[in-house]
């Protein structure tokens, strides 16, 4: 939807198509970066994500049972007023989905599309009925992960599952015992990771809410709901006491949902009248808190790209393969850097490894209290490493707050 209004705001015919018979969100919460939140203020959904969204002013993570910090993420070392914005899902898809209809753009839901095929000068989709639809000039492939477009890429993917994932769930936010405006984790070793975020609401739920998760190997998951949810409260419970009240609203195994990750990217996210933003182009786990953050990323290169492309004074019209160059050449460093980041600092917090958990435990914290490092890290964590933003017209300068 976030590139669908940014090639509207271009001036470009964009026709959406879900899977699902009525657009819906899946899944609880994440952090909006200052990347993703100066995208959808130019998007035009800056001051209603801010209202239903809540500011977070840091990330905390501590090592248990010695209760050592091994994560901590200010935002104001990058500057002033400069935060990330934690949000429902159904949040981000409600801000999202009243642009598209406040600008009339057309939705065909309940058509999962399987294909493309090709004419001379346009392309056709074609959904799970074999109904084709078009003709098209360009499909953009938003489908996520899993797409069912990728052997249309100039180099389809490598996807690999990785081992942990985690179940999530949202609840109401407890007014006590937890930071207002902080990403709270626990890590036993790498094999246990909690957390809690606040989350702020959305209009289907009449409190704030918080998003709370368990790793977990996938694998395992089976195992974990056969052992019962009084096993693994009393886990839970003793790396982290003060979860009782959010322990409290869990009384079925089925308010958890389990999310699987998996890790690829494309190297030239194009191919034929197609090109391929968000997750469809570079999935990963979330443990660097990007994904969503790259897909709004993505969708506005997409549409500088094509607007650029327009707008060049050249002897030659540009050709949409040049322009879909442009737009991956646009989004390249970032990509690379951030998807080689995520791998490579995954297993720190997300595996079998005492010796990563070590490393992570004895280096961590004395590093990142570094001037350089510090800043660093926190540029990581914000996705702000490499100016992501200024390639594409856009900076930070219009999202900062004092709050
Ligand atoms: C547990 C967890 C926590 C996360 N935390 C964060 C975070 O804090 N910050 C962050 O930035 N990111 C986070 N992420 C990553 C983020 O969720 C993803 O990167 C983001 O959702 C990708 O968006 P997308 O639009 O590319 O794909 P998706 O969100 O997967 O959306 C794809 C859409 O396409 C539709 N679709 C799929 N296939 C078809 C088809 N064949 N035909 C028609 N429609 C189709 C789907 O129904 C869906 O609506 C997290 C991910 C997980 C799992």
Same mark, same amino acid.
């Given at each position: 939807m976030g590139a669908a209004v940014a090639l509207h705001m271009q001036g470009h015919n964009v026709f959406l198509f879900e899977r699902f018979e009525a657009p819906r969100p899946l899944g609880s919460g994440i952090i909006l970066q200052p990347t993703g939140l100066t995208v959808l203020k130019a998007l035009g959904c800056g001051d209603a994500i801010l209202k239903l969204g809540h500011i977070i002013n840091s990330m905390s993570g501590i090592s248990m049972p010695a209760g050592k910090c091994v994560l901590n993420v200010d935002y104001s070392s990058l500057g002033h007023g400069m935060h990330g914005l934690a949000v429902h899902r159904a949040a981000l898809f409600e801000v999202l989905y009243a642009r598209v209809n406040e600008l009339n753009m057309p939705v065909l839901t309940d058509t999962e599309i399987v294909d493309l095929k090709h004419s001379a000068k346009h392309v056709d989709l074609v959904d799970s009925k074999g109904k084709h639809h078009g003709p098209f000039d360009l499909v953009v492939d $938003? #489908?996520? $992960? @899993? #797409? +069912?477009? /990728?052997? /249309? $890429?100039q180099t389809p993917p490598a996807r690999r599952m990785l081992k942990y994932g985690a179940i999530w769930s949202s609840l109401d936010w407890p007014e *006590?015992?937890?930071? @207002? /405006?902080v990403l709270d984790q626990r890590y036993v070793a790498a094999h246990t990771m909690v957390g809690v975020l606040p989350i702020g609401r959305h209009s289907g739920v009449s409190c704030n809410q918080a998003a709370f998760f368990w790793s977990l190997p996938s694998d395992d998951y089976a195992k974990w709901k056969n052992q019962g949810l009084d096993y693994w409260k009393k886990q839970v419970r003793s790396i982290w006491p003060e979860t009782e009240t959010l322990l &409290? *609203?869990?009384? #079925? $195994? &089925? *308010?958890l949902t389990l999310a699987q990750y998996g890790h690829h990217t494309? +190297? @030239?996210?194009?191919g034929k009248r197609i090109v391929f933003i968000g997750d469809s182009a570079h999935a990963t786990s979330p443990q660097l808190g990007q994904g969503a953050n790259m897909g709004l990323l993505d969708a506005w290169a997409l549409g500088y790209s094509l607007s650029f492309a327009q707008g060049a004074k050249t002897s030659q019209p540009l050709t949409l393969e040049h322009t879909l160059q442009t737009y991956a050449i646009m989004r390249r460093l970032h990509v690379r850097l951030f998807q080689t980041a995520s791998l490579s600092l995954t297993p720190f917090y997300q595996s079998d490894s005492r010796l990563l958990a070590l490393l992570r435990d004895t280096f961590f914290d004395p590093v990142s209290r570094l001037p350089v490092a510090r800043k660093l890290v926190a540029g990581l964590v914000t996705g702000l490493l490499t100016d992501p933003l200024g390639r594409m017209g856009l900076s930070t300068d219009s999202i900062t707050t004092n709050k």
């Open positions: $938003a #489908s996520g $992960a @899993k #797409s +069912s477009l /990728h052997t /249309h $890429a *006590q015992g937890f930071r @207002k /405006h &409290d *609203q869990i009384t #079925s $195994a &089925d *308010q494309l +190297s @030239k996210p194009y």
